[in-house]
């Protein structure tokens, strides 16, 4: 059975920092994009982050550079997001999802993980 885990979400001051954890099982790990995507209430789904299965790191928001890393650890079938210098806007729901390739379309992917909430407050 395919699952994808989201682990770390939590209230932080603004400032401040998170590490999400994406656990996956039933699938082949390796052969499947990453991606980090969020979403706040009312809000449209948005792409954050991507490692492709060759290791390329693709950024679909421009707000999160300097600030946010995706990395994989294949041996342990997890993929993480580091989140430092958190801002109130960063406040959402935060989605794993696995896919083929790298997309900023939500719709790409076959796999999506339950959510952890983060909430950052100022």
């Known amino acids: 059975e395919v699952q994808l885990v989201e682990s770390g979400g939590g209230l932080v001051q603004a400032g401040g920092s998170l590490r999400l954890s994406c656990a996956a099982s039933?699938?082949?790990?390796?052969?499947?994009?990453m991606s980090w995507f969020r979403q706040a209430p009312g809000k449209e789904r948005e792409g954050v982050l991507c490692i492709s299965r060759s290791g390329t790191i693709l950024y679909y928001a421009d707000s999160v550079k300097g600030r946010f890393a995706i990395s994989r650890d294949v041996a342990k079938n997890t993929v993480y997001l580091q989140m430092n210098s958190l801002k109130p806007e960063d406040t959402a729901v935060y989605y794993c999802?696995?896919?083929?390739?790298?997309?900023?379309?939500?719709?790409?992917?076959?796999?999506w993980g339950q959510g952890t909430q983060v909430t950052v407050s100022s």
């Open positions: 039933g699938f082949t790990f390796e052969n499947y994009a």
């Open positions: 999802a696995a896919g083929r390739f790298c997309s900023y379309r939500g719709g790409s992917y076959d796999y």
